[in-house]
């Protein structure tokens, strides 16, 4: 296998208010924690935030294009969200492999991803099997 | 708290190329397995297929909407992607609850997705707290 335990990618994204709408039109997912500002001022995070689904596609953009990167297929991905991330904020996700399997094509890797204070906001782990 | 375990919902999609390719747009995810047709028939897919962290956000989309509904968090979710889900096919998702804690507002769910022929798709958890 053409990887290594330590090898690690990154990618960033700014979620704009229009990818959220277009995200609860797609995934059904209307809260109005996402797309109404007076609701969202009357909760604990007083600002619109973005899906917690939508902010791990980037771990699966990680995955699917960089490491391991086309031909890899998601088999196991935990998620341990700890922070909500808000419109327009950037976010850093970033894959490390942890684990590679010595029988199978199989790798492990941990997910993890930070807001702009580089405080911890999504963290946990991807199991990917690697075809190509 | 309103629930009680065994307390279920589902809701039903099927995600066409448009919602895939918005989905790409705002992920970053531009795996071709999920947008290219030609590339998807020389893969063990044969077919191009639906972002599993998409179908995913059908569980993110019952938490918020129906159960436990408007003011929940979302606190963690693991997934287990079993089967392809592909374009134009008609998915459910469904989740259960398992677990109350009794010394804190906090739910654990099953989420399960099945595919026109009722096969398992998606399996897993998620945990919530329940503000409201």
Do not use: C, W
């Amino acid at each position: 296998m053409k990887f290594k335990i330590g090898d690690t990618e990154s990618i960033s994204k700014t979620f704009t208010k229009e990818d959220v709408i277009k995200f609860s039109e797609i995934s059904l997912d209307v809260n109005p924690i996402h797309l109404d500002e007076e609701y969202a001022k009357n909760t604990v995070f007083g600002k619109n935030i973005v899906h917690g689904i939508l902010v791990s596609g980037l771990f699966s953009a990680i995955i699917a294009n960089k490491l391991p990167g086309p031909g890899s297929i998601y088999l196991t991905q935990e998620l341990n969200f700890k922070k909500p991330v808000f419109h327009d904020e950037l976010v850093t996700a970033k894959v490390e492999i942890i684990d590679i399997r010595q029988d199978k094509p199989i790798i492990k890797l941990t997910t993890t991803a930070y807001n702009s204070n580089n405080e911890l906001v999504i963290e946990g782990y991807a199991v990917v099997k690697v075809l190509s």
